[in-house]
């Protein structure tokens, strides 16, 4: 008789993940004795709670699994890239990339990855720390210079009004010719590998499900979209659940290594990082 086994996992109320994580959340793949137990919570949460261990299984920011590396391997499946596309720096005012040197920037947390491809982009700045869903406000309110947007702000920030200083993602593949890593799941290490190594291909399932599924997913997605209309919602997903969600790829994990590596040489991260998966 096998042993049921639970897993907590831990991923953002965001459209995105809740299209990655349908299919498991929804009953409709064999988990093969193991039952997974969704936590919910913004990414910096999250971030903080893989930094003290809590968690099973997570989705983390990029950046912040720099600081992970003891405790916890990626999972080859889960990735949020931005091809070309990614975090937004907004402003009520037209301003130049020179022209933030020095300012107050709302950011969505300093252990997200948005936070550290600004501070690779433009080094010199104040970091004002803002729950991501609240930027555009205080944005608009004039309660900072600038603000950095991530999740469904990207698609709308235009119809409040705000001016476009820069694209993350489309500044990074234009410096290197690589997607920007947003966020990754990771697995803990000292769980047997048998069981990280069912834990990947269940995740896997899950996306693929969701993208063959689509229709059905986007429903379920559509309970974390915050307001935004189904043609939105379904655009967003589409950017960030894709074909580097199913495998970061040779190209995915290249860009990752980078990444850090630019982050380690710009100062933000203190020590070398060493990356590593968990193939199934």
Known sequence: MSVTKTIHLA??????????FYAL???????QGIT????LQ????????ALRGELDVTAVSIHAYAYLTDRYALLPHGASMGDGYGPMLVARIPMTREQIAGKQIAVPGLMTSAYLALRLFQPEFLPIVVPFDQIDEVV???????????????????????????????WWLEKTGLPLPLGGNVIRKDMPRDVQKKVSRHLRQSIAYGLDHRQNALDHAMRYARGLERSKADAFVGMYVNDWTLDYGERGRAAIRLFLEEGVKSGVIPGPVTVEFVDD
């Open 25 to 31: 959340a929804d009953g409709q793949i064999d988990t």
């Open 140 to 170: 608009l309110e004039g309660d900072v210079d600038a603000g950095l947007l991530i999740h469904e702000g990207q698609l709308t920030y235009q119809q409040q009004g705000l001016h476009l200083i820069a694209d993350m993602g489309a």
């Open 42 to 49: 913004d990414i910096e949460t999250l971030n903080g709670r």
């Open 11 to 20: 991923h953002s109320p965001d459209s995105d993940d809740a299209f990655m």
């Open 36 to 39: 997974y137990v969704h936590e």
